[in-house]
């Protein structure tokens, strides 16, 4: 490799720890605090760089919240889709690790969505990828059912395996992650059952 190209590589390396810095700093300041109190200065600060490089790299808040998701939504897909499920109690784990991870600031970010119109496309893409996801996993079962009873069968589904039935289970009612595991098995076992 020639000097050149080195320093090239170098510097594409050191621009990609940068934007990735942004983008860390902009979901560890929304779990802490409301996406309209966090200011662009607030996100360089937290990533220990400037308004003008946030500026830079993505053009505004808004840009970062872009970034976030899309490295959001790239780490849920791999780590969703990483791992073979023989039946449903491996399903409910993948989703509980997911959960575990990511479900506090996913509940955060639903808690704003009525307000910052930004978020519509961030949660959009998310609805998406889960219901692929859900539909993926339990084929075995929805490809049983026709019409009106599969597309039922999929919004049960989908509502069962939502982030907010782990946020009751977990947070407001204070369960484990192995008792809101259990639970959340045993549901769509049940619902499962009825086919």
Known sequence: ??????????????????????????????????????TLDDIAAAAGTTRQTVIRHFGSKAGVLSAMAAQMDASIREQRWGAPAQGVADIVALLMDDYE????????????????????????????????????????????????????????????TDVWIWHLLRRSQGHSALRTQRLMTQAIERLLRED
Do not use: C, N
């Not at 808690?111 to 910052?116: D, H, K, S, T």
């Open 101 to 160: 991870r990511t479900g506090d600031i996913l509940v955060r970010t639903l808690g704003q969505e009525a307000r910052i119109p930004e978020f519509a496309a961030v949660l959009d893409r998310g609805r998406k990828g889960h219901r692929e996801w859900i539909e993926d996993m339990f084929k075995a079962w929805l490809d049983k059912l026709d019409g009106q009873a599969r597309r039922d069968r999929l919004a049960q589904l989908l509502a069962q």
């Open 1 to 38: 490799m020639s000097p050149r190209a080195y320093r090239q590589s170098v510097r594409a390396s050191a621009v990609l720890d940068t934007a990735r810095q942004i983008v860390d700093a902009l979901a560890a300041l929304l779990e802490e605090r409301w996406f309209d109190e966090i």
